[in-house]
């Protein structure tokens, strides 16, 4: 038998990994605290401040209740679209990538893939959609080729977790009643992976919406334009107006996503 | 009619699961397949809608060859061959009837089938199919909300679908209870007789092969050790097909 | 008018009427069975009429002003500039970038641990099942599903007309994005505990927060840190975009160099985050392994 106080002697002690932990992460903040330095145009700050939080509650009204085509709506409307043709877009491009990373089908070659998928997901997306503007100038067009190949990385991600594990079961039965190649993945996988892919896909455009509405910094196309437009010139009430048309439509959007998601799992 | 003549299959790994395998079966008979684990029963079951390839020996179903089977024909073969699986093999995540449905997709025209546009014929004869294994009021459900017995009768719809003379079940009971095992083995048993369908079916366990099947062929390490009717199987033939005693495990209901 | 909503009133029964006579099929012993109705066919027709009108809004606009040809050729520009990068890394460049590069991780670094360690007292606000009736749980769960509509950009770009132009923006808006993010996620960690525990040291006596610190925080503490670790990794990625609205770190130069056409410059800079965001994401997937 050991002793009580045998037991707590031994007890699991941490005390030097704790106190590494410590001393890191100390290093780190103290490194980091530059940073921290308040900017010198300080000042004039406060009564920005005060007079961007009136605005806010006191939008241009204006802006919100048009149809024109720089009104919020519309940019709004904009903003949701480039988000579902680049989500869509994203869906697309990610099936050659998947089938180059997935372990099944190209063993220890995924390597590769894997590599390319990393790069694009952490090549800034605002880089993205300021090569594209060569392609397709300032507008929507470029927001939605900027968000289709930011979409890649987990749109890909998922395509490879459903390669991987397809259930050869089914595909064995199909064989056996005669389908084709064709037939096995239409009828045999599709319906399978049909409500998963259709849940990323929407998670990843709820992600898309968010990510369309700052695009438009770079004159890609959203409601972002104006809002950077209108905060530069100081106009802080046609600078609500755009924030109270991002916070209905994201709020709207992640409500529905996470309905439609929830009945999809659970059939 | 099925014929195997000398039939013979060493696997590529140069595992022999079959040696010199001769046997006739007539339409409309009901055969099971006995003998341990590893004996050959799924190689054999499986050599007639060529899932696996013959080595030696040729295998004859209705006049056609089948080891000379490929693409085209052999799909047309395989229409008139159901199979049934221990592990079911269901589509999950869709409604039973679209797995039944499922059956119907090789004689599709090619533009439904992309949609996946079943006729009303095509329906009604997997409503019917669902019907004669006792589960119509499930056709709208999901398949994986279903039980374990309940997913292999749809399994077997899904093969009635098809319009199959043979059925090929390999150990399609294995993976449920007793009286589940039991309701599974008198739909076949059914289906049989009402429909004339010749099925070969594998089993692990005796008593059951014994109680449905009119038929018993008894394998041991890749060879026929018996075959005949069930009537005429006694103690001491079982022990030359198992090659020791019978356990608990080789019998499903172990008060018999 | 009260004959008209009855009219319509009929025929939308008759269609419902007609449509499970449709759906309904009669075996041959008479037996039938009603398909119940789908709204798979709805739900397709909405989908493409959705996608319809943003291709028309976008996409044929687009090709109606400026021809599908252009476009097309256009893309040549997209790979130049791509084989200009590969091509074209300027190593020299290094020391330029090393100083931007180290205020992104330090935006990510102050922000991520300010912003997480304001989120603990507020999860444990938000959650309905330590706060037992009150109302303040649904009240901050309200607030935080509005902070978290905006991305972490549109906090840069109004606290940048407030604060002026530098890091120290970048750090406010990674903690309001972090906090938004992880108080989320610790409520509904905290949410779904087993609460046994508490309810027993809570009546011993103790107050609610010995109660929570003693049986809920042991519980939870390993998801906190990882989710923490995982937050860090999307705050790398984030604070490296902070710059394009002067928010600091090494999005600045990044847009100054693209817009100077110094691919060469770009794609060091690129390499140099790439390389600082395998690392961490390597550090914190193992850390998160050990954790879990
Ligand atoms: N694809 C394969 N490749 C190599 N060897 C195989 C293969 N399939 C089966 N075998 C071998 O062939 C022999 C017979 O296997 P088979 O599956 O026909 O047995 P079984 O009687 O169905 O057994 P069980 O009751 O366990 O299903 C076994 O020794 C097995 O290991
Ligand atoms: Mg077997």
Redesign the interface.
Known sequence: MKTVIQTYNERPKHTVRNIFISVF?LF??I????????????SA??A??KN?AKAFFNPQWDNIFTTSVDGVPFLM??T???A??GT?LGALLAIPFAFLTARTIVGKFNVIGNTII??I???????TA???I????P???TG?LTIGVLSIGMISKLYIEIIEDIDPGILQSLDALGATRYQKIRYGILPQLFANIISVVIYRFEINV??A??LG??AA?GIGFT??VA?NA?RWRD?AAA?WG??FV??LI?YFSTKIRKKLING | MIEFKNVGKTYPNGVVALKNVSLKIEPGEFVAIIGLSGAGKSTLIRLVNKMTDVTEGSIVVEKLNIPSLKGKALRHYRRKVGMVFQSFNLINRTSVINNVLAARVPDMNPISSVFGFFS?KD??IA??AL?KVGI??K??IRADQLSGGQQQRVALARTLAQNPSIILADEPVASLDPITANQIMSDFERINKNENITILVNMHHVDLALKYAQRVIGINEGEIVYDGSTSDITENLLKTIYGRELTDEDIMFKDK | MKTLCSKISNYIKTLIKRNQIHRT?I???G?S?T??FSYSLISMIITLS??M???N???SA?FKR?GVGT?FS??S??FT??KRMVLEVNWSYFNNVLGPMA?T???A??GT?VGSLIAIPFSILASQNIMGKSKVPTIIKFFL??IR???I??YA??LS???????????LATIIFTFGIITKMMYEIIETTDMGAFIAIEATGATKLQAFSAAVVPQIMGRFYSIVLYNFEINL?AS??LG??NA?GI?RI??DQ?ALQRYGD?ALM?LA??FV??IV?NISQYLRKRLS
């Open positions: 992460l780190l903040i490194w980091s605290s530059p940073v921290l330095s308040l900017p010198d145009a300080f700050g406060m920005i401040a961007i409307f904009e949701i679209g480039i579902v043709l869509l990393t790069t997901r952490s090549f800034p997306f605002f880089l300021l090569m594209f060569r392609v397709s100038g507008g929507p067009m939605v968010k990510n509405t700052i910094i770079v196309g809002l950077n905060m100081g600078a924030l991002i916070i994201v709020v992640d | 009303k329906k009604l409503l019917e019907h119509l009021e056709a709208y | 099929a075996l041959k012993d037996t069975i398909r119940p959705i996608f009108f943003f291709w809004l976008i996409v687009f400026f476009f256009n893309f520009n997209f500039i791509i205020d991780i330090r935006i670094v102050i641990i599903s509005i509509t905006f991305p950009l549109v770009l109004i007309y407030i604060f002026g132009y530098g890091p120290f923006v970048g750090v990625r490296a975009i394009f609205v600091g999005g990044m847009n693209m770009v690129v985050l790439l965001v395998i994401q």
